[in-house]
């Protein structure tokens, strides 16, 4: 019984994985924790986006989304902010 809950469980995960991506976004006016707070507020209110991830040392917020988010929502999301921001990967 426990190897088939494993056995679930990884199928399961494989599953959940394929239907997420990462993006990574460049925000050069992202020099604060107050602004890594607002774009992480900001983005997440996106839907479709699962988490986020601000890093005010090198200006970036990593995203996980489902799969079929286009990356043009978040980019306007940020814009709203009245910051840039550039697609990385």
Not at 10 to 39: D, G, H
Not at 76 to 87: F, G, P, Q, R, T
């Given at each position: 019984?426990?190897?088939?809950?494993?056995?679930?469980?990884?199928?399961?995960?494989?599953?959940?994985?394929?239907?997420?991506?990462?993006?990574?976004?460049?925000?050069?006016?992202?020099?604060?924790?107050?602004?890594?707070?607002?774009?992480?507020?900001?983005?997440?209110?996106?839907?479709?986006?699962?988490?986020?991830k601000a890093?005010?040392?090198?200006?970036?917020?990593?995203?996980?989304?489902?799969?079929?988010l286009d990356?043009?929502?978040?980019?306007?999301?940020?814009?709203?902010?009245?910051?840039?921001?550039?697609?990385?990967?």
């Amino acid at each position: 019984m426990k190897k088939l809950a494993i056995v679930f469980l990884i199928l399961y995960a494989q599953m959940a994985a394929a239907t997420e991506k990462q993006v990574v976004l460049q925000i050069k006016e992202m020099t604060c924790q107050l602004c890594a707070y607002t774009v992480n507020k900001t983005l997440r209110d996106v839907q479709g986006v699962i988490t986020t991830k601000a890093n005010i040392q090198n200006q970036t917020v990593r995203v996980t989304a489902q799969q079929d988010l286009d990356n043009q929502q978040l980019i306007e999301a940020i814009e709203s902010l009245n910051y840039s921001a550039v697609l990385q990967k």
